[in-house]
């Protein structure tokens, strides 16, 4: 292995967890290296409101700045990359992107998530605007808005309860393919939620979210929806790595300081069991890279 090759630090995914782990490694003068696809959840987001200190950016462009900070503290970056494989011989991580391959001592893993999306016309021009798929970044959205929820899984009915102690009255379910266990069904009616089975096809509106229309033909109206068909993990470069999961072998396990059951490996975002939010995993890339520097003034 070339010394060109041999990093402290190779983050894997330049969303705000992986560029807050550079930029604290890089101000500690470690040797960090970057690899990024391009994409992201944070791209997606046209509106971050609960950002400390930021009123309001747009996802593209607080990533953007990012990658201009992480840049300008010297951090190397593989943009356009994707990372495939990683494999762990003695105490270095090897990562392999296909064409080349990189070492380091330790890793921060923050490649995060892809929500489920239903497949529907229209969904780009409204996702975010008026379609969300999370409570916790845009329920406040739908606050007194004649409200959808709509899911293929029993979390709908959470959710809908949730979003009707929360945030609005008005709140209709929309399953698709899902029997109700009776209780369920006496709790949605005590809560005077209706519930509509029904296969969705199509947003509708132009500039505004005006209802959905569904594969039979009838049209629901609503002003929001919130929809909950779960997400897929972006980690199978790390197929073959003996990671603790969840109960559901699902989410990674990690520890206060975001280390996993690999020693050496962290994980930051939506790959980690943790809130799903941008100040939350560029908060997890912090702590992650401040233990990682402690580590190497240890060795
Ligand atoms: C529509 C929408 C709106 C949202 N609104 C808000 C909001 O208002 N407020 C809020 O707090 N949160 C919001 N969120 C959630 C928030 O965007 C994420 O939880 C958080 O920003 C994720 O940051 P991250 O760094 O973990 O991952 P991401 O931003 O998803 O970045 C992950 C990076 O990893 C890269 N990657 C993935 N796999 C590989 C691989 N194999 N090799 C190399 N690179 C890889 C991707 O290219 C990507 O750049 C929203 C999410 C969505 C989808």
């Not at 296909?98 to 969904?123: C, E, F, V």
């Not at 959905?212 to 199978?236: E, F, K, V």
Request: hydrophobic share 40%; aromatic share 6%; glycine share 10%.
């Amino acid at each position: 292995m070339s010394k060109e090759q041999l990093y402290d630090c190779i983050i894997i995914g330049a969303g705000p967890g992986g560029l807050q782990g550079a930029i604290h490694l890089a101000r500690c003068n470690r040797k960090v290296l970057l690899v990024d696809q391009g994409g992201g959840r944070t791209k997606l987001a046209n509106d971050i409101v609960n950002y400390l200190g930021i009123p309001a950016i747009d996802g593209f462009e607080l990533t953007r700045i990012g990658f201009l900070q992480a840049r300008s503290f010297g951090v190397t970056v593989k943009s356009k990359t994707t990372v495939t494989r990683v494999v762990k011989a003695a105490d270095l991580f090897k990562v392999e992107t296909g064409t080349d391959s990189y070492s380091a001592r330790y890793l921060i893993t923050a490649s995060d998530a892809k929500d489920i999306l239903p497949q529907l016309k229209n969904l780009r021009r409204f996702l975010g605007k008026g379609f969300y798929t999370s409570v916790a970044s845009d329920g406040h959205r739908t606050k007194d808005t004649e409200l959808l929820v709509m899911g293929d899984n029993l979390d709908a009915v959470r959710l809908a309860l949730s979003m009707k102690k929360m945030y609005t009255d008005r709140v209709v379910l929309l399953l698709e393919d899902i029997t109700l266990p009776g209780e369920f069904l006496d709790i949605l009616v005590d809560h005077l939620i209706t519930v509509i089975r029904g296969n969705p096809v199509e947003l509708l509106g132009q500039n505004q979210l005006t209802g959905i229309l569904l594969a039979d033909g009838r049209s629901l109206s609503c002003q929001t929806i919130m929809a909950d068909y779960g997400c897929r993990l972006n980690d199978d470069y790390l197929k073959n790595l003996p990671l603790e999961r969840d109960r559901d072998n699902f989410r990674i396990m990690a520890d206060h300081t975001g280390e996993s059951s690999v020693p050496g490996l962290f994980v930051t975002g939506g790959l980690r069991t943790d809130h799903d939010l941008t100040i939350i995993a560029a908060g997890q890339g912090a702590t992650a890279a401040i233990e990682i520097n402690t580590r190497l003034l240890e060795l």
